[in-house]
């Protein structure tokens, strides 16, 4: 299995004594780890399941890493808060890290952090209401192996209740890769050169630059005025304050001692006190001490989440205003990461209406035709009667020119009145008649 040491400074400058790497926070595959953290239970309402698990490869040196994979799942429309913890064996130790798990267009749905005894991941409650189906995805992080088997061998582990097994080998010689490890030739300090290196804590997000001021075998001659200057690449930012720590800082080591694998270099470093020195988060000038090591170290955070995982950095280094060097360092992220998403609730298809039947229209009435005026009967005209002669009464003489009798004019009159009231009631229907016709 391939080993992602973190990084270290070339063998001729880069010697530094365990005592300095323990000031400094630096783990290397080297070095003991630190005791588990006993943290507090997290409370979830809803756990993620994790359906796979396992190393990427099948041999590892112990001491050295191996990275783990998985995949995770939650249920549909979970209830937040929801994450899960993965708990390691003490073989296991987790490398510091934070991740984001990122959704195929970027978006952040969640983010885990790795220390020693746990993955811990935490997914956004935002995206998961927005979200809240099909919800799936992986993570990665790496682990170092903390067991040696002698001669090397399988090994299982328990993870979260999933099997691991990978072939662990002894460690190799820390300096030859053979052998006991001690220096017994070319073991004295040559001096160093001027470098720069980075210490990246993952997890944090933040990384502290290292410059160092090149010198003999016996350090600076004292007296020197050097004015180092940091200049940072993409994706960073300086930090005036880290953990408590106000940056730029000068450091000093005072003497050379002989480390546990026989070698010389500078040791018992030490901050320099900060008013023999002027600084700024990325200037630092300082005035020479004779027989004196120096670093100088700038601060910075990583703006990206750590989604570049490279990360490099240059220096200026002016000593007495003479002799003027520029340094670059580079730090990787062998850390974790992760993917993730979910899926919007389809909407839900409402039912396509009925029309209602187009009424039938009713028939465009027909207008009625005007009808023909019928005209008014012409009024007969009643006639004037004409004076009929009453007829002489039979038996009885008339005499012409002579006078008519009573009866004879009574007779008279009733026949005319009979007559009028016929021609009267004649009239009356003919016009009733005409009317009705008319209202038809």
Known sequence: MTSFPLPVRPRTWARVSLAALAALGIVGASFTLPAPA?????????????????????????????????????????????????????????????????????????????DASTLECTFAADYLTAHPENLHGTFYFWVTVRNEPGGGGLVTYDVGGHTLVIDVQPSPDPGTGTGPGVCTENCAFPGRGAGKWGMYDAAAGTIVWVVQIGSGRDGLSGGEVVTVTDVLAENQELLAELNGVRYAELWSSPRL????????????????????????????????????????????????QGVAGRYENRAEISIAGASDTAVTGQVVRHGGGGTGGGQAPAPSASPTPVPSATPVSSATPVPSATPTPIPAPTPIATPTPSVVAAPAP??????????????????????????????????????????SRARR
């Open 257 to 304: 001692v002989t480390g546990a694998d026989g070698r010389e270099s500078p040791g018992a470093w030490a901050p320099v006190d900060r008013s023999t020195y002027a600084a700024t988060d990325r200037t630092v000038t300082f005035t020479a001490q004779a027989g004196h090591y120096y670093d100088v170290r700038f601060a910075a955070r990583v703006t990206d």
């Open 38 to 114: 006993s943290g507090a239970a997290v409370e979830r309402a809803t756990t993620a399941s994790i359906d796979s698990l396992d190393f990427t490869s099948e041999t590892v040196a112990s001491g050295s890493s191996a990275e783990i994979r998985g995949t995770w799942s939650l249920p549909d429309h979970p209830t937040v808060p929801a994450g899960f913890t993965l708990a390691l064996p003490p073989e296991l130790a987790g490398r510091s890290d934070g991740f984001p798990l990122l959704d195929p267009q970027g978006a952040v749905m969640g983010r885990c952090v790795v």
């Open 394 to 435: 039979l038996g009885l003489s008339a005499h012409t020119g002579g006078t008519v009798s009573t009866e004879s004019r009574l007779m008279g009159l009733l026949v005319f009145a009979g007559l009028t009231a016929l021609l009267a009631a004649i009239g009356l229907a003919v016009l009733l008649t005409f009317r």
